[in-house]
C-alpha cells in the first residue's frame, strides 16, 4: 500500500512537472546567434548537440547521405532582414528552417520554408534554396555542434557549421549600398518632418553622390527646421558635389562660425573636416575675370 501511495505522489509530481513547464537542463542546449553584415541582420537559433563519445555522420549517428535537422531538438532557424547571396545564389529576406544532408566530400545546405521541418517531414518542394559545400577537416576537435560566422566585412562573411573535426563554411553577401540607399528613403518617408533624419539622410546621400537634388530639397528642409554648423556643413558638401563651389564656400564658413559658438562638444572632431573642405571649395572656385581699364595714349 505504502509503495502504491509512493508511486502516486511520484505520478502526480511528474504531471506537475509537465504542465508547469519548468525550465530543465537539456541534454542539446538552446543557442541563439546574432551576426550584423552592413546593415543586415542575421540570426540562427539552434539546440547544440555534444558527442559524448560518439563519430557523427557515421552508423545511426547523423548518418551520411540523409537530410538532418542540423542541429537538435526542434528545427535550426535562421532569418536574414534583407535578401542575401549564399554561395552566389540568391536568398530572399525571411526565416527559413535549415536542413542539410552531410555526405563524403559534400555538404548540402539546404533553406526550408516550413519552419517546424523534422526529418520525417521534410520535402524538398518545400526548399528555398540548396547550395552545396564542401567539407574541410579541423585542426582540432569541436565536442559540441557550432554554428558562427567570421571573415567578417561590411557586405560578407562565412557562416561556418562545425563539429566533430568537420566544417563546412557557407559563403554569405549583402548588397550594402543597396540596402542602406532603402533605409534612408524608408526613413525619410516615416519621418519627413524631423531635421535631423533629413541630415542624416542628405549627408548619406552625398557620400554616394546619389540624388543630390532631392537631397538639397531635404537638407534645406532641415536648415529651417532648426540651422545647425551640421546641416549647413552638409549642404555644402551637396553645393559642391553639384559644382556649386562659389555657394559652398560661404556655407562652410557660416558651419565653421555657428559651430565655434555653439558649445557643442562635438564640434572639435567636425572642425578639422569642415577646414578641409573649405580650403578644397576655395582652391576649385573659378577664377574672377579680370577687368582690364582702358590704356592712355602716349603722348
Known sequence: ?????????????????????????????????????????????????????????????????????????????????????????????????????PEQGNFTLIFNKNKGVTEATYKQEEDALRVNLTPAENSETIETFTIGFGDLTDSTATMNFMWANAKAAANLKVDVNANTAANVDKAVAEKPEDAAVLQAAASYNVSKGRNLEQSLTWIDKSIAMKETYRNLYVKSQILAKMGKYTEAVPLAQKALSVGQSSNDAAFPFFKDGIEKSLSEYTAKMPAMPVVKGKGKKMK
Open 1 to 101: 500500500m505504502r509503495k502504491l501511495v509512493l508511486s502516486g505522489v511520484t505520478f502526480c509530481l511528474a504531471a506537475q512537472l509537465a504542465t508547469a513547464q519548468i525550465k530543465l537542463p537539456s541534454p542539446s542546449p538552446g543557442a541563439t546567434v546574432m551576426q550584423t553584415v552592413g546593415t543586415t541582420d542575421l540570426t540562427v537559433v539552434y539546440s547544440r548537440p555534444s558527442l559524448k563519445g560518439r563519430q557523427p555522420f557515421s552508423g545511426d549517428f547523423v548518418p551520411v547521405g540523409k537530410v538532418w535537422r542540423t542541429g537538435a531538438n526542434a528545427a535550426t532557424l535562421f532569418t536574414t532582414s534583407t535578401d542575401l547571396m549564399v554561395n552566389g545564389k540568391t536568398l530572399a529576406a525571411g526565416t527559413y528552417a535549415i536542413m542539410s544532408i
